[in-house]
């Protein structure tokens, strides 16, 4: 089947066909629940630790301890409580995105059924001395001034040791039709507002607000905003990658 350069990410998948079932969680890592988890993955390469997708799961209290994986995630349903050292905690709801650097020690709490749109890079080569001390559950900010460019304003949130994971919010005014090229693969996550996306295959595709794109990477494509947009990316550019990686649509 041919790639799709430029697709939407579908809450029940692609065409809407159903999330799938994922593997069983080790019953060694929850402190409560008996979760069931389903996901549809729009890209995946596990030589690079590298997978973009929509997952749900049910109620379940994982243990407290070192986050696995950078993960960047943005709610669909549901809600989501951390608990942090130092008896800090952090509470994430339905539509809002977050980060988790690998490394940072925390325990997952969900009470009800969570919906989620996911980047995850595993960094399998990464230095386990990556100091975590400083670390926190990133919330981008989707309120206020981020720049004062006329056009496309951007601020990065997060990027993992090794620069190859990429979280920034940015803004822009209505704006004409832009080329670009795409550095790496691209989840766009639009919080107000909308944008129009054109492959070079002349495909179209409209993002609203609590909707996301995915841009492979090297794809040639055109966006155009025809009102005021915000919108969180998730960038991944593996160093290693001098031509598009294959994976799953």
């Known amino acids: 089947m041919t790639r799709a350069d430029i697709v939407k990410f579908e809450p029940d998948g692609a065409n809407n066909q159903g999330l799938k079932d994922w593997f069983a969680i080790d019953p060694a890592e929850l402190a409560a629940g008996e979760p069931h988890q389903r996901v549809h993955l729009y890209h995946e390469d596990e030589k690079l630790g590298y997978l973009t997708g929509v997952w749900d799961c049910t109620p379940m209290t994982e243990h407290f301890g070192p986050y696995p994986v950078h993960e960047f995630m943005i709610l669909l349903?549901?809600?989501?409580?951390?608990?942090?050292?130092?008896?800090?905690?952090?509470?994430?709801?339905?539509?809002?995105?977050?980060?988790?650097?690998?490394?940072?020690?925390?325990?997952?709490?969900?009470?009800?059924?969570?919906?989620?749109?996911?980047?995850?890079?595993?960094?399998?080569?990464?230095?386990?001395?990556?100091?975590?001390?400083?670390?926190?559950?990133?919330?981008?900010?989707?309120?206020?001034?981020?720049?004062?460019e006329l056009i496309k304003s951007s601020r990065v949130d997060f990027a993992d040791p090794s620069g190859q994971m990429i979280v920034s919010t940015w803004d822009s005014p209505a704006a004409m039709a832009t080329n670009s090229k795409a550095v790496g693969d691209q989840l766009v996550c639009v919080t107000n507002g909308s944008m129009n996306f054109t492959d070079k295959a002349g495909h179209t595709l409209q993002i609203e607000s609590g909707e996301a794109a995915y841009i492979r990477h090297g794809?040639?494509?055109?966006?155009?905003?025809?009102?005021?947009?915000?919108?969180?990316?998730?960038?991944?550019a593996p160093k290693q990658a001098a031509a598009p990686a294959g994976g799953t649509e």
């Open 77 to 148: 349903e549901g809600s989501l409580t951390f608990n942090l050292s130092n008896d800090r905690q952090v509470s994430i709801n339905s539509s809002e995105p977050f980060i988790i650097p690998k490394g940072l020690p925390c325990q997952w709490i969900q009470t009800g059924y969570v919906r989620k749109f996911f980047m995850i890079f595993e960094d399998p080569g990464a230095d386990p001395a990556v100091d975590v001390a400083a670390q926190t559950i990133i919330k981008p900010s989707l309120t206020g001034s981020i720049g004062a």
């Open 219 to 236: 794809s040639d494509y055109v966006w155009q905003v025809p009102e005021y947009v915000r919108a969180v990316s998730s960038v991944f």
